[in-house]
């Protein structure tokens, strides 16, 4: 046991001269100095204050003009259908695109003839009366006084007479007007989106022959928030592009700014509109959800940078002159999906920004900078 003992105390003993000799700079009597972390590396841009015309995101679906379904105007039975009215057809305006049963439209307007025919008749009859009422009055009137009633002229019969013809000429004009709606034109040209009748099948006034819209132009209703309209360029005919998802884009322009604020979302929106959307290349369908790029007003004293610079809580990374981190918190406005145009909230002359803040970033920590080649970050960008 007594050996055993010697040698753990032996080897204790070689150890601690080891440890002792390994830091041959210490200072006798001097603890061991902890071990220091480099700072961490942060790859940064140069940016100075500019003045950038940014693009405002907005998101809506493209719809036609006008979109609405073809009524009966006559009742009747369907008697022909223009086999352009399909599903995916195109019609031009006049086209007939439903003919409807005419027999008992001709018998009306053959009835409102004669009954305007007897209405004249009428008048002329109640004229001759008149007339053979009036020479009698003037053979009579020396042995009378008093002045005739009116009557006595059939004035108040020639009057109705007169009204029955009014009426008559507005009933042949109901009739002739009824005869003409058994063809069913198309009102401009138009898409057909849905057949709802077929020959053989009888309709009353008012019932859907067909869903149609128009060709012209698609409406895009792009909803803004209030800080969106203090500056959105909102000129009309100013160019906007238009977009999906898939990366088809077509040129697009202001239309109208609405001035009501909506039920759902409660704001108020740009309506962007795209001309002859069929006859694009690719083709805008009606129905499509797309994204507006909208311009904005010049926005000054702005930063380009990287949409990577903005940390998850919308804060900007500032490299001071000691190479530590401050926080900073922009107005932000969207140019394109990988690049913000934003306004600091202290005026700089030049700033070193952080183009991907790490999640451990505090402010104040120290960093080692690493400036970005020209290239990083930078876009060409439209100028006011």
């Keep these: 046991m007594r050996n055993i003992l010697f040698v753990i105390a032996a080897a204790v003993a070689a150890l601690l001269a080891v440890i002792w000799v390994s830091d041959p700079f210490r200072e006798a009597g001097q603890p061991a100095a902890p071990k220091t972390r480099p700072p961490p590396k942060v790859r940064v841009v140069t940016v100075r204050p500019e003045t950038h015309v940014g693009h405002l ?7 036609a003009r006008y979109d609405l379904q073809l009524t009966a105007q006559v009742a009747g039975r369907i008697m022909a259908v223009d ?28 009835e409102a003839e004669q009954s305007l025919a007897d209405a004249r008749l009428k008048l002329a ?34 009057a109705a007479a007169r009204t029955a013809i009014g009426t008559a000429k507005a009933h042949l004009e109901n009739a002739r007007n009824d005869l003409a709606y058994a063809r069913v034109p198309a009102p401009f040209p138009a898409l057909i989106v849905d057949r709802l009748v077929g020959p ?47 990366g088809a884009s077509w040129p697009g322009y202001v239309l109208r700014a609405e001035r009501h604020v909506d039920r ?6 740009l309506v962007i509109a795209v001309d002859l959307p069929l006859e694009q290349r690719p083709p805008l369908y009606p ?10 007003k010049p926005i000054e004293s702005a930063y380009l940078l990287p949409a990577s610079a903005l940390d998850t809580n919308g804060y900007l990374w500032r490299i001071d002159t000691n190479n530590h981190v ?45 400036q970005a080649p020209p290239t990083d970050g930078q876009v060409t960008v439209e100028k006011p």
């Design 287 to 296: 129905g499509t959800f797309v994204t507006a790029l909208l311009p904005s």
């Design 57 to 63: 995101i907005g998101y809506g679906k493209a719809k």
């Design 264 to 269: 759902e979302d409660r704001q108020r929106a």
């Design 125 to 158: 009859q109640e004229q001759g009366q008149a007339n053979r009422a009036k020479e009698e009055w003037v053979s009579a009137s020396a042995n009378f006084d008093a002045s005739p009633s009116p009557l006595t002229f059939r004035k108040p019969q020639l």
């Design 326 to 370: 401050r926080r900073l918190k922009p107005r932000v406005f969207h140019w394109f999906d990988d690049v913000v145009v934003v306004v600091p909230p202290e005026t700089m002359d030049e700033a070193t920004i952080v183009m991907k803040p790490l999640a451990s970033l505090t402010p104040g920590t120290l960093v080692a900078p690493i």
């Design 200 to 246: 053989g099948d009888f309709v009353s006034i008012g019932t859907p022959l067909a869903h149609l819209v128009s060709l012209d132009r698609v409406e895009i209703r792009a909803p803004l928030s209030v800080g969106q309209w203090s500056i959105v360029d909102a000129t009309p005919n100013r160019r906007v592009e238009v977009r999906t998802q898939s």
């Design 83 to 110: 086999d352009g009215v399909e599903s995916g057809k195109t019609v031009t305006p006049g086209q007939a695109l439903f003919r409807i049963d005419e027999t008992p439209l001709r018998m009306a307007l053959a």
